[in-house]
T-cell receptor, first 113, second 114 residues
Framework: AQSVTQLDSQVPVFEEAPVELRCNYSSSVSVYLFWYVQYPNQGLQLLLKYLSGSTLVKGINGFEAEFNKSQTSFHLRKPSVHISDTAEYFCAVSGGSNYKLTFGKGTLLTVNP | EPEVTQTPSHQVTQMGQEVILRCVPISNHLYFYWYRQILGQKVEFLVSFYNNEISEKSEIFDDQFSVERPDGSNFTLKIRSTKLEDSAMYFC????????????FGPGTRLLVL
């Protein structure tokens, strides 16, 4: 069984500030890790993913995430956020033969001017 | 860029009615999924579909739910007799076989059961 915990339900930040959205997972098998973003009234868009190799992965819009196997974490970071980054961010894991996704509850990032 | 599409974007129905939610996956993808997101809650897996059959389903996916790929392009989710608790956003996703395990999501159908 797999589970994902997103430790912060809401993260308010000011524009141009750095941000970190935290994600921890548990799984009995090897997993792949994802961050999806959901803008208001839109679907889920892939931000970045970790499949294997380098533990630091870079995604779209200047986001990056680091896979830490010992801490079972996959935190998302951006050094300087913009107003347009305001959205809900979902961490997810997949594994097993069907690669279904198990999502966290999401973190609402609100960027204020 | 190819994308997953879903229709309708919104649907309102009366309790007990049947609804069919439609999805057109990315054309060369072979794995298809349905997820739902009840307002304020996490996105939950419902069912996966491969080679014209269900490959996995969750506890949520009971006998009132069914999926079908009727014509090689559409992928549908049918709810036979809707309940109030079926009100949610339903997302379709597709994945290319062997393609880095990324699922591409549609924009969703917001279903409201009254």
């Amino acid at each position: 069984a797999q589970s994902v915990t997103q430790l912060d339900s809401q993260v308010p930040v000011f524009e141009e500030a750095p941000v970190e959205l935290r994600c921890n997972y548990s799984s009995s098998v090897s997993v792949y890790l994802f961050w999806y973003v959901q803008y208001p009234n839109q679907g889920l868009q892939l931000l970045l993913k970790y499949l294997s190799g380098s533990t630091l992965v870079k995604g779209i819009n200047g986001f990056e995430a680091e896979f830490n196997k010992s801490q079972t974490s996959f935190h998302l970071r951006k050094p300087s956020v913009h107003i347009s980054d305001t959205a809900e961010y979902f961490c997810a894991v997949s594994g097993g033969s069907n690669y279904k996704l198990t999502f966290g509850k999401g973190t609402l990032l609100t960027v204020n001017p | 860029e190819p994308e997953v599409t879903q229709t309708p974007s919104h649907q309102v129905t009366q309790m007990g009615q049947e609804v069919i939610l439609r999805c057109v996956p990315i054309s060369n993808h072979l794995y298809f999924y349905w997820y739902r997101q009840i307002l304020g809650q996490k996105v939950e897996f419902l069912v996966s579909f491969y080679n014209n059959e269900i490959s996995e389903k969750s506890e949520i996916f009971d006998d009132q739910f069914s999926v079908e790929r009727p014509d090689g392009s559409n992928f549908t989710l049918k709810i036979r007799s809707t309940k109030l608790e079926d009100s949610a956003m339903y997302f379709c996703a597709s994945r290319l076989e062997g393609g880095g395990e990324t699922q591409y999501f549609g924009p969703g159908t917001r279903l409201l059961v009254l």
